[in-house]
């Protein structure tokens, strides 16, 4: 396909979506669409393998912050026996006033030594939540007699939970934890300023 004028993606975004290997001109093609004119802010690729049944199939996250949207697409491998590989891309995009949820956690080993080279961030995850997915958990509630047998219910929570990155560096590198905190941080701070 050729590439559209005018929404050509910044170079840095294009080599990492090309270094994946993984349908790149299609990957890049919905990721400008969906981004139409506005200024890429930030970005995060994240690509990852799921097993299903006895073969290995690949999954690429691309999340694009412009200045006024949170752009997120995936592409997934939709392959079946004796058939041509087939791609399936699904762009989306939220609006930084609709994102009520931004967490960023790290995992640290040696904490104790936080801001020395002995500590290292092994681990972060992103969850973004916007409202298009919950999550409901629920278990049965109680009292506290001991010797009631009453049924009360149940009691839960409901979480939104529209997407979860993690990114590791014993399996990503190092480097790609830390574009994913800056990532993060920069969405935290541009849905703080968007309300």
């Known amino acids: ?22 349908f790149p001109e299609l990957i890049a093609d919905a990721i400008s669409l969906a981004r139409g004119a506005e200024q890429v802010e930030g970005h995060l690729v994240h690509h990852e393998a ?13 999340l694009v912050l412009t ?12 392959a079946a026996p004796g058939e041509p590989v ?27 030594s936080y801001g020395t080279r002995k500590a290292k961030v092994e681990e972060a995850w992103l969850t973004i939540g916007w409202g298009t997915t919950r999550r409901v958990e ?31 560096a014993a399996a990503d590198g190092e480097a790609k934890v830390r574009e994913l905190i800056a990532f993060g941080t920069a969405l935290q701070l541009a849905t703080g300023a968007s309300r």
């Open 1 to 22: 396909m050729t590439p559209r004028p005018g929404l050509a993606l910044p170079a840095a975004l294009v080599d990492e979506i090309r270094a994946c290997g993984y």
């Open 50 to 62: 799921t097993f299903n049944h006895d073969e290995i199939q690949r999954h690429l996250s691309v």
């Open 67 to 78: 200045p006024t949207r949170l752009v997120v697409g995936h592409t997934d491998e939709n």
């Open 86 to 112: 087939r791609a399936v891309t699904t762009t989306e995009s939220v609006a930084l006033g609709q994102v009520n949820s931004v967490s960023l956690s790290q995992i640290v080993s040696h904490p104790e």
């Open 138 to 168: 629920l278990e049965p509630a109680s009292c506290s007699d001991p010797q009631c047998e009453a049924d009360h219910g149940y009691s839960g929570d409901l979480t939104s939970d529209d997407l979860t990155v993690r990114i590791s």
